[in-house]
């Protein structure tokens, strides 16, 4: 069995590839390399790589992370700016034995150093939506940094190693320096080739409080098909945010085992996420929270 889940209808083009390649026997890292960075260098996708939309100071400072579900091996860089591919650079940094993950200026100087693409992210586009955002945050009293999309994913090649991987521009209107759930292991992704794997969008502030990604692992760990593990873990989570804050922050997760069953769960509506498998060809759902 083989298969690639993604958060977003923004992921479909790359997971249709990613499924040819794992189909023809490519690892579960190239083929989810190949499928993050096509979001990457997509101009018109706003919240990923190339276009994405840039911090309060207008500045594209985009998050990634990489893990290796055979060897647990992580990467991770946050806050990288003017890199073309940080999921590349994430890949790499997982195979250095310490070192893993990366901020600001200093993972900028490994990404030079290791020859990847400097590349300047913000677009013309993006610099319109500043400004647009801008005035409407102030004439509808909107937060700054509502609507984002992450691009997370999962797969599973055919000898049944699994890997997950995340890249991000993370809020719209941040504050400079601000590191959400995605390069985070545990909150913003998740795989295990013994169990399976999840990753996540949706407000890193609130994903983290829950370690979320982690969790579905754990419950896929202890039986619970990807569907009930994620809905478990999205709804209780929910409930206790707003047991114990009063609200819940936007949380959606996707996940896959090492069966090729997955699943998904969000508290928003609105949410879509694409998979392909060998017995699914690839599509894109979209989900509805249900209380
Ligand atoms: C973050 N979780 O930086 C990311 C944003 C996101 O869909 O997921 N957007 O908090």
Redesign the pocket.
Known sequence: MYGIIATWRMALEGITEAEHMLKDGATASDAIEMAIRAVEDFEYYK?VGYGGLPNEDMEVEL?AAWMDGDDLSIGAVASIKDFANPVSIARLLSREPVNNMLVGAGAEKYAHKMGFERKNMLTERAKIHYHNRKKEVQELELKPYSG???VGMVDLDSQGSMVAATS?S??FMKRAGRV???PISGS?FYVDSAIGGAT?????ED?MKGCLSYEIVRLMGEGLHPQEACEKAVQDFDKVLKARRGKAGDLSLVAMNNKGEWGCATNIEGFSFAVATETQEPTVFLVKFDE
């Open positions: 919240s998050d984002h999309d992450t991000t993370g809020l959400g759930d995605s913003g996540a969008t949706g407000l890193g994903l």
